[in-house]
């Protein structure tokens, strides 16, 4: 039974076409975390959603919007994709947002912007 | 808010001990996080020290945490092949809202045999 999985695995695209990664838990969780890691593997957060609700933006460009149609999908739509959003996007989840909750994470989608 | 810094790269022989570090900025954070990341795969929680701790052992693993140099440490007692793998420091950055794992530039463990 797999706890965190994401959508494609592996995605290939053109500049500016729009592309979703979707990202599902079944481990009951009320929140869900996105990160990118880039080429040099450095791993950065970009949103969290607690009980559907955006906690935490870092900044990112508003060409993603993460969307979460319930507690248990955090999907992340990126629109006008440029050739440095070829990354590592990875999916995670924890019990809530509790400072001792583990964070689950998914294999990963790999994106390469073309 | 919270950084984090590793040593980039590891290499070691089947049988001998590992040991990463990593240091961090700020105090306040609680808990500290040691993910393993194998090829090609998600990240996997290894082990993880509270704040209050000196020292947590978990089989093969050891965690030392020096609070006044700021400085983190994973152990691997007896590395084997399967060891092999990008090993992430973390803090946790609390936030007003929500609290944000802020990792390192991950460690490359390269162990041979």
């Known amino acids: 039974d797999t706890a965190v999985s994401q959508t494609p695995k592996y995605l290939v695209t053109q500049m500016g076409n729009d592309k979703s990664i979707k990202c599902e838990q079944n481990?009951?969780?009320?929140?869900m975390y996105w990160y990118k890691q880039d080429s040099k593997k450095f791993l950065k957060i970009m949103f969290s959603?607690?009980?559907?609700?955006?906690?935490i933006n870092e900044t990112v460009p508003n060409r993603f919007s993460p969307k979460s149609p319930d507690k248990a999908h955090l999907n992340l739509h990126i629109n006008s994709l440029e050739l440095g959003d070829s990354a590592v996007y990875f999916c995670?989840?924890?019990?809530?947002?509790?400072?001792?909750?583990?964070?689950?994470f998914g294999p990963g989608t790999r994106l390469t912007v073309l | 808010g919270e950084d984090v810094e590793q040593s980039l790269f590891l290499s070691v022989r089947e049988g001998d001990s590992s040991v990463i570090n990593c240091t961090y900025t700020?105090?306040?954070?609680?808990?500290l996080y040691w993910y393993k990341q194998e090829p090609g795969a998600g990240l996997q929680l290894l082990t993880y020290?509270?704040?209050?701790?000196d020292m947590k052992q978990d089989q093969r693993l050891t965690v030392l945490l020096n609070k006044k140099d700021k400085h983190l440490s994973l152990r691997i007692a007896d590395t084997q092949t399967g060891d092999s793998a990008i090993y992430f420091c973390?803090?946790?950055?609390?936030?007003?809202?929500?609290?944000?794992?802020?990792f390192g530039a991950g460690t490359i463990l390269r162990v041979k045999s």
């Open positions: 481990l009951g969780h009320d929140t």
């Open positions: 700020d105090s306040s954070s609680t808990y």
């Open positions: 959603y607690n009980n559907k609700e955006l906690i």
């Open positions: 020290i509270f704040s209050n701790m």
């Open positions: 973390a803090g946790l950055d609390r936030m007003e809202y929500g609290n944000k794992l802020v």
């Open positions: 995670a989840s924890s019990q809530d947002l509790g400072l001792d909750n583990e964070q689950f």
